[in-house]
């Protein structure tokens, strides 16, 4: 299985630090938290070596799909780390579905956005393909569930558009209420990558794995059995080089690998 790192915990005077960490793990960069010099620079020491996955969790503390601005305009904020990107033989490129949260929206007000949302996500979609961007579309945390996009319509989302490819994150999922194993089942293939960490399914804590309340041996058992080429992107909120490739590890271990 293929393991990346994301750079979430590595923030302020810590990044340099991602340099640091095995050759054997990618490196996922939050594009929008800081500039793309800073990002070229460090870049530059992580991929010195034998480092070869790379990909980019696309800026949101903006836009996001269901933002009442322009089409070109959110597809311009988006399209900016392009460049990067291939730069750095970028093999993902993370957007979220929307903005997320549990607003009060009626059923029609909901409705009205989520179709919003899937039309800009398959524009998009043609965008990043005319641009060679291994576009993935990450699912958001609503804790109980009621946010635009339930399971049913995550997975409609894909099954619609047989082109395009999902990004499952586990800490978003268990908020959510999403059954993860009918997930892999069900879009097997188009489950491009996973963003991996753990919490009680209250907040969005990212926690390390075992952490929480998640079922990682059957997540993992999931992951052999329906999506083994699947990017594994650690996404922690605070950790250490070496508790990395721990859970690395602990993850291996469980899927009987």
Not at 20 to 38: D, K, M, T, V
Not at 155 to 165: A, D, I, K, P, V
């Amino acid at each position: 299985m293929k393991y990346t790192v994301s750079s979430l915990s590595f923030t302020c005077l810590t990044g340099s630090q991602m340099a640091l960490l095995p050759e054997h793990f990618g490196i996922e960069i939050f594009y929008g938290w800081a500039s793309e010099r800073y990002w070229t620079e460090l870049l530059k020491r992580c991929y010195r070596g034998k480092r070869k996955s790379f990909s980019i969790h696309s800026p949101f503390d903006f836009y996001h799909m269901d933002s009442d601005i322009s089409d070109d305009q959110l597809f311009d904020y988006l399209s900016e780390p392009f460049d990067l990107y291939h730069r750095f033989s970028g093999t993902h490129y993370v957007v979220h579905t929307d903005s997320g949260g549990c607003r009060k929206l009626n059923e029609r007000e909901k409705e009205r956005l989520r179709a919003r949302c899937m039309e800009r996500i398959n524009r998009f979609s043609e965008i990043c393909e005319s641009n060679g961007i291994g576009l993935v579309i990450e699912n958001v945390p609503c804790p109980g569930g009621s946010g635009l996009f339930s399971q049913k319509d995550f997975t409609r989302l894909f099954q619609e558009n047989s082109g395009l490819h999902a990004l499952y994150d586990t800490g978003h999922g268990n908020m959510s209420g999403y059954d993860v194993r009918m997930l892999q089942a069900e879009l097997k293939g188009q489950l491009a990558g996973y963003h991996l960490h753990d919490n009680f399914g209250d907040s969005d804590s990212h926690l390390r794995i075992g952490k929480g309340n998640m079922e990682w041996r059957a997540f993992m058992k999931g992951v052999k059995a329906d999506t083994p080429e699947a990017s594994m992107v650690l996404e922690y909120n605070e950790a250490s080089v070496s508790d990395y490739e721990e859970d690395r590890k602990i993850l291996e271990s469980l899927a009987g690998e």
